[in-house]
């Protein structure tokens, strides 16, 4: 019998139970046994290729599991990157004030600032290769953060070494150099700086040889160091010098180098001849002479060649106020320095 024969057709017959009841025929032709094999034919192959596939299935389930661990693992690691670098930066800007600081240091006591042989850092700035992702980026920015700060600190070092050799060799010159801020830190408001300036009552271009700030009256204005008080009393308008202007004015002598100058004051607390301490209570912020409000003239005098005292820029011996405000200060400022005569000098009544 050939296949084609046996698949002719096919009869099935479903028989009750019990032997009782009528035998029921279900009669397949050739057509309908064709499409029945068909379809388990298909089914099976469906099985068989979904059991051949489900591991290939199964894996790129995990995979796609694990990349996305790893996705979330590396942008972990990436914040804690950036969060290492700001600290960073953080830290070269306080040695960056720091620096400054101590410059300003130097400059008060005229120690001579030796340069570094390299500045910027071992061996200079690298060329970066061409950067891959944002966070080799960030890395790279790390590198040259750490470089520059480790530089900054080298140099720190140098100028703390040279600056306490000096307090340490001549203490008295020390206390003698005008290094504190003239009113309370913070309380205060910079209105004209060091250099020439359009004059706010004459409109003329004026050499302006100290700083103004601006504060509450009543405010307590303070020795800048230690020395002795050589005026202290309503300057006298004498028709010879502009110094009337600057009101009710103390004037220390701070040994053979330094005087330094606190005008428009309403209060005096001190007396002439009287010794006073670094940060000692002086007079207090008012509006005599010409001002347009309650503020304090500061005025550092230095002595130079023959015996002349020269204004210099009090901003250098502000050394408690940070380079924040010194920015402030540069803004407001000038051109530095005065001219040979530029300055009014000093009357002997300041010298005594």
């Known amino acids: 019998m050939t296949p084609r024969q046996i698949f002719r057709s096919l009869e099935i017959r479903f028989h009750p139970h019990g032997g009782r009841g009528r035998v ?13 094999l068909a379809i388990l034919v298909a089914y099976v192959a469906l099985v068989l290729a979904g059991a051949a596939l489900a591991p290939s299935g199964i894996g790129g ?3 796609r599991s694990e990349y ?6 590396r942008q972990q690691l990436g914040e804690r990157l950036q969060s290492l670098v700001d600290r960073l930066g953080r830290l070269r800007g306080e040695g960056t ?4 600081r101590l410059g300003r240091i130097q400059d008060a006591y005229q120690i001579p600032d030796e340069a570094s042989a390299d500045p910027g850092g ?24 750490s470089r520059e700060l480790a530089a900054d600190l080298a140099r720190i070092e140098e100028r703390l070494a040279r600056v306490a050799a000096f307090e340490r060799a001549d203490p008295a010159r020390a206390r003698l150099t ?12 910079l209105t004209s700086g060091f250099g020439r300036r359009r004059s706010p009552y004459t409109r003329d271009l004026e050499f302006h040889a100290g700083l103004d700030l601006a504060a509450p009256a009543g405010s307590a204005v303070l020795a800048a160091a230690d020395g002795v008080v050589t005026f202290a009393a309503l300057v006298q308008a004498d028709g010879r010098s502009d110094w009337w202007r600057l009101g009710r004015l103390v004037a220390i002598r701070h040994g053979d180098r330094f005087v330094t100058l606190y005008g428009h004051c309403d209060k005096l607390l001190v007396r002439d001849g009287q010794r006073v301490r670094g940060g000692d209570r002086i007079a207090t912020v008012g509006t005599s002479g010409w001002t347009t409000g309650p503020q304090l003239h500061y005025e550092v005098r230095r002595t130079g060649e023959k015996g002349a005292w020269s204004p210099v820029d009090p901003s250098r011996h502000l050394i408690e106020e940070d380079e924040a405000w010194l920015d402030v200060e540069r803004s ?14 000093l009357p002997a009544t300041f010298l005594r």
Do not use: C, D, K, N
Request: net charge positive.
């Open 24 to 36: 029921r025929r279900l009669l397949l032709g050739a057509r309908r046994l064709r499409a029945a």
């Open 61 to 63: 389930w995990l995979r």
């Open 68 to 73: 996305g661990v790893q996705v979330a693992r």
């Open 97 to 100: 004030v720091l620096l400054a």
């Open 122 to 145: 071992a061996g200079g700035e690298a060329v970066a290769a061409p950067e891959a992702s944002i966070f080799e980026a960030t890395a790279a920015h790390g590198s040259r953060l």
């Open 178 to 189: 005008p290094a504190r801020t003239p009113l309370a830190a913070g309380e205060f408001v």
């Open 332 to 345: 407001v400022a000038g051109a530095r320095g005065a001219a040979p005569g530029e300055a009014t000098p």
